[in-house]
């Protein structure tokens, strides 16, 4: 997935303050701090670089999420690697945090804003706790209720609780509780536009026919079915092409396994190649009722070599466009580097674009309802 330092990851939101000292809170009192303006967590900006692991326990699941190297993984999810943006977005959020006014200390009404202890009985609860390399608490917190959105750049408001302490804030905030695994998993795969497709072919397993689509001759930004049809048989609509030709496009998944974790038979095999030289093969099976697919990407240094990109329009005149057959032969190993060994749980509306078959996309012509005289 994306592998970005975390160092520039963070260093260009939040100015470490150097010579800054990690507090360990203890005081169940109302700060000085506490009354408006401070932070939530004192200390943590200045180390937002050491953290190495983020620990999240919400109603129903704890997980972590863990630094190695250069790029955050998932280990609850083989491993996978982590959305980087989302962890920026905590780790910075957290230490962004500023108090803006104390509210309840009797733990009787914590549920109404959300910020008891982590677990069953506290749905709203959020708790995240961050560590060093060392495993080393840097920060521990419990996030409730969102009471306002973050919009247009101006910070949100949420409710927080330091753990050991009574005391509950009303905090202002650029992050929001997120307990869903899924929603730290870097969960993009591709985003192969149909404008770029030469053609796509998906091969059934049995005795179904080839679904073969091109682009058409005569119009040659638009897309045709290519698969010959039985007398009296039609395609039902465009979108069915198009839903095809557009299957590689801002794809994402539901949930991922390592491939040797599953077991993928019968499967549907659809290969797209692009105009400028990227092939993807996406074989899919049907797994306990769900659809699990792989993908595999190539360079195909002939077909780019020929590619000749239309020209483009610039300052009212149209300019000649250059194909750049490097770029698309380092984006080919990017989306095979990144979907290498992995096995991904697709969105049935998702997956049909690679999944589709020839009987579920046509239909009978109308009969001839014209009567005689």
Same mark, same amino acid.
Do not use: C
């Given at each position: 997935?994306?592998?970005?330092?975390?160092?520039?990851?963070?260093?260009?939101?939040?100015?470490?303050?150097?010579?800054?000292?990690?507090?360990?809170?203890?005081?169940?009192?109302?700060?000085?701090?506490?009354?408006?303006?401070?932070?939530?967590?004192?200390?943590?900006?200045?180390?937002?670089n050491d953290v190495?692991?983020?620990?999240?326990?919400?109603?129903?699941?704890?997980?972590?999420?863990?630094?190695?190297?250069?790029?955050?993984?998932?280990?609850?999810?083989?491993?996978?690697?982590?959305?980087?943006?989302?962890?920026?977005?905590?780790?910075?959020?957290?230490?962004?945090?500023?108090?803006?006014?104390?509210?309840?200390?009797?733990?009787?009404?914590y549920n109404r804003?959300?910020?008891?202890?982590?677990?069953?009985?506290?749905?709203?609860?959020?708790?995240?706790?961050?560590?060093?390399?060392?495993?080393?608490?840097?920060?521990?917190?419990?996030?409730?209720?969102?009471?306002?959105?973050?919009?247009?750049?101006?910070?949100?408001?949420?409710?927080?609780?330091?753990?050991?302490?009574?005391?509950?804030?009303?905090?202002?905030?650029?992050?929001?509780?997120?307990?869903?695994?899924?929603?730290?998993?870097?969960?993009?795969?591709?985003?192969?536009?149909?404008?770029?497709?030469?053609?796509?072919?998906?091969?059934?397993?049995?005795?179904?026919?080839?679904?073969?689509?091109?682009?058409?001759? +005569?119009?040659? *930004? %638009?897309?045709?079915? &290519?698969? !010959?049809? @039985?007398?009296? #048989?039609?395609?039902?609509?465009d979108y069915e092409?198009?839903?095809?030709?557009?299957?590689?496009?801002?794809?994402?998944?539901?949930?991922?396994?390592?491939?040797?974790?599953?077991?993928?038979?019968?499967?549907?095999?659809?290969?797209?190649?692009?105009?400028?030289?990227?092939?993807?093969?996406?074989?899919?099976?049907?797994?306990?009722?769900?659809?699990?697919?792989?993908?595999?990407?190539?360079?195909?240094?002939?077909?780019?070599?020929?590619?000749?990109?239309?020209?483009?329009?610039? +300052?009212?005149? *149209? %300019?000649?466009?250059? &194909?750049? !057959?490097? @770029?698309?032969? #380092?984006?080919?190993?990017?989306?095979?580097?990144?979907?290498?060994?992995?096995?991904?749980?697709?969105?049935?509306?998702?997956?049909?674009?690679?999944?589709?078959?020839?009987?579920?996309?046509?239909?009978?012509?109308?009969?001839?309802?014209?009567?005689?005289?």
């Amino acid at each position: 997935m994306r592998s970005t330092s975390w160092a520039i990851l963070v260093g260009a939101t939040v100015v470490v303050a150097a010579g800054a000292a990690w507090t360990v809170w203890h005081d169940q009192t109302v700060t000085k701090a506490d009354q408006g303006g401070g932070a939530v967590l004192p200390g943590l900006t200045a180390r937002v670089n050491d953290v190495a692991e983020i620990g999240v326990t919400g109603q129903n699941n704890s997980f972590k999420i863990v630094r190695q190297g250069d790029v955050w993984v998932v280990p609850d999810r083989a491993g996978h690697p982590a959305d980087p943006n989302q962890v920026k977005k905590t780790v910075v959020g957290m230490a962004e945090l500023r108090v803006l006014e104390p509210r309840t200390d009797n733990p009787a009404n914590y549920n109404r804003l959300g910020v008891g202890d982590p677990g069953k009985d506290t749905p709203d609860a959020v708790g995240v706790v961050l560590k060093d390399a060392k495993d080393a608490v840097l920060a521990t917190l419990i996030l409730g209720k969102v009471k306002e959105q973050e919009v247009a750049g101006k910070p949100g408001e949420i409710y927080v609780r330091r753990p050991g302490e009574k005391q509950s804030l009303l905090a202002s905030a650029r992050l929001s509780p997120q307990p869903e695994i899924m929603r730290w998993v870097d969960t993009s795969i591709s985003r192969l536009s149909r404008d770029r497709m030469l053609d796509v072919e998906i091969s059934q397993p049995g005795n179904e026919p080839v679904v073969k689509i091109v682009r058409d001759a +005569d119009k040659p *930004k %638009e897309f045709k079915l &290519a698969t !010959p049809l @039985a007398a009296g #048989k039609r395609l039902k609509s465009d979108y069915e092409i198009t839903r095809i030709t557009g299957g590689l496009d801002y794809l994402t998944f539901d949930d991922v396994k390592k491939a040797d974790q599953i077991a993928l038979k019968d499967r549907v095999v659809a290969r797209y190649r692009t105009l400028d030289g990227l092939d993807v093969t996406v074989r899919t099976s049907t797994v306990d009722g769900k659809l699990w697919s792989t993908f595999e990407a190539a360079f195909n240094a002939e077909r780019a070599a020929a590619y000749k990109p239309e020209a483009v329009e610039k +300052d009212g005149k *149209k %300019e000649e466009a250059k &194909a750049d !057959p490097d @770029a698309v032969k #380092k984006e080919a190993e990017t989306i095979a580097k990144r979907v290498a060994g992995w096995a991904y749980q697709m969105p049935n509306g998702l997956a049909d674009g690679f999944t589709r078959k020839l009987s579920d996309m046509i239909l009978d012509e109308p009969k001839d309802e014209k009567k005689g005289g």
